[in-house]
């Protein structure tokens, strides 16, 4: 799944607020999603407090964005396409925006 981050301030829920349900999918993070049909919409985790991650495939127009490297490659299936030229990581990247560097795990 392809997600773009951007900062708190520039996220705005414009209609169907009423729809969106939450959960803490893990320690450190809060999904949302549609409760109409079940659609992951984003991720909001503790290590990056002022941004959120939304699902590309929820924008008006997913062409704006690019990926810029794979997370968790060492869980994903045999069959996953990757794209060949980016950067992959087992985990969360080295270099991940709110944790300690060299840090690939958040908890």
Request: charged share 20%.
């Amino acid at each position: 799944m392809v997600f773009t981050t951007v900062h708190l301030d520039r996220y705005h829920i414009l209609a169907g607020e009423e729809h969106i349900g939450h959960f803490a999918s893990t320690s450190f993070g809060t999904r949302s999603f549609c409760r109409m049909c079940g659609s992951p919409l984003t991720i909001h985790v503790r290590h990056q407090a002022d941004e959120i991650d939304i699902a590309a495939g929820t924008l008006d127009d997913p062409e704006e964005i690019a990926p810029a490297f794979h997370l968790y490659t060492a869980e994903a299936p045999s069959w996953m396409p990757m794209v060949a030229f980016l950067p992959r990581y087992k985990a969360l990247r080295p270099k991940t925006r709110g944790l300690d560097e060299g840090v690939t795990e958040a908890g």
